[in-house]
């Protein structure tokens, strides 16, 4: 008999985690977390539900009654990582390849925190046999590198988790790939991010006027392009470390301009581990190597050569330019809902600088959301990682898709 159990992430954006079991074997997908803390306290985050209720992975006074267990990460977002922070050192956590070597590139410039793990590396389409359970990861699109989906199986019932997934960026064909797989495969149960379900944006009804061929991290290129040859003041723009194919387009794109990026040290030290050979600027610090170099100086005595990047906590470095543009591209903070994303709108008022959002999501809008549950058609689909599960099932079972909505920390038993 193989049990499954949410633990967390049934009406949150982020911090889905489920736990497949069977006798003595466990898997656990993903592990992050929906908000920070300010005490490390383990047995305080356990008692305030911040930490999935599973005190032997965390405490060294809990034994696990699992002889075989692990925890597969589908990708290194913090809302699918954080609580990796407080595990026991003795845990195996398996991830992609490319995400292993983005994790150790973020650590060794000091964008993540170098945590003491087992860390173990799965290929992709690579079946690893976990006690009497299998994990088979997938290559997906999502706004990250190393992004994968996971399916679990007994040898009888299958189950997948999609992890965050869209059909608009670099590597539909990816989706398209394990969605036909899963397919085949009758899944006993298909876990689907409903992120887009969250907020009243679009209309799902627009499923049949989908256009999976219009790449949207091309287009935001195209409008970082645009904005390039027409701002006359210094563009700034902001974007996330971890999403390392719009850092290298946007690179190229400044350099084909004319206009290439001048980037803090820690993100130009990131970009040189994917682009060896290229010359990457970084604002001037004490660095031994100083031809890479440009002080806010020279950025003011020639506004038409340069771009800048900057993230949100050296936003007050930017007062050291006499005009600058603010180019939004997803970096922190994202919206309203975060306290920061006021404090970043006034500074920029107070420095006078334009606006403009020019990034894309991550994450599938409601229509294909839809569809990648309907390439699936799963025997049950669960939609997770969203405030509003009920929405996008409402959604499916119009579209004659079966789904259920399941309770936190109840056990659900498949024979």
Request: charged letters at 20%; aromatic letters at 10%.
């Amino acid at each position: 008999m193989t049990f499954v159990k949410f633990l967390g992430g049934l009406n949150t954006i982020g911090g889905n985690i489920v736990q497949i079991s069977q006798n003595d074997s466990r898997i656990i997908t993903d592990f992050g977390l929906t908000q920070q803390s300010l005490t490390s306290d383990v047995k305080i985050l356990l008692h305030e539900h911040v930490l999935p209720p599973i005190p032997d992975l965390f405490l060294p006074e809990f034994s696990s009654s699992y002889t075989h267990q692990a925890i597969f990460i589908s990708h290194l977002h913090l809302d699918h990582t954080a609580a990796l922070a407080y595990l026991k050192p003795d845990v195996p956590v398996y991830m992609s390849r490319e995400t292993y070597e983005l994790y150790h590139h973020l650590v060794e410039v000091g964008l993540a925190a170098n945590l003491k793990l087992d860390l173990q590396v799965f290929e992709p389409n690579v079946p690893v046999k976990i006690g009497d359970l299998t994990v088979t990861g997938f290559a997906s699109d999502h706004d990250i590198p190393g992004i994968c989906s996971l399916l679990i199986s007994d040898g009888k019932h299958y189950f997948a988790h999609s992890g965050d997934v869209r059909l608009f960026g670099d590597h539909y064909e990816n989706v398209k790939k394990w969605a036909k797989k899963f397919k085949q495969l009758n899944l006993d149960l298909f876990m689907l991010e409903g992120t887009s379900f969250s907020f009243p944006d679009e209309d799902p009804k627009e499923i049949d006027q989908l256009q999976p061929d219009v790449n949207r991290e091309v287009e935001c290129g195209q409008r970082f392009a645009q904005l390039l040859k027409s701002t006359r003041s210094v563009p700034v723009v902001n974007l996330y470390p971890r999403n390392i194919e719009r850092l290298l387009r946007f690179q190229a794109i400044a350099a084909a301009n004319h206009r290439p990026i001048v980037w803090e040290p820690a993100f130009a030290h990131l970009l040189r581990h994917y682009l060896p050979t290229e010359r990457i600027l970084e604002l001037a610090n004490e660095s031994l190597d100083q031809s890479f170099q440009v002080s806010w100086e020279q950025i003011n005595q020639q506004p038409n050569h340069y771009a800048v990047q900057n993230s949100f906590p050296n936003l007050n470095e930017l007062g050291n330019l006499d005009h600058f543009s603010y180019l939004h591209a997803d970096g922190g903070p994202l919206g309203d809902y975060d306290p920061d994303y006021q404090r970043l709108k006034q500074f920029l008022i107070d420095q006078k600088a334009s606006f403009e959002r020019i990034g894309t999501s991550g994450h599938a809008s409601k229509a294909e959301i839809v569809k990648v549950a309907k390439m699936v058609n799963a025997k049950e689909t669960v939609v997770w990682h969203s405030f509003e599960p009920q929405k996008a099932e409402s959604e499916l079972e119009s579209r004659g898709l079966a789904t259920f909505l399941p309770e936190l920390n109840c056990k659900y038993l498949f024979k």
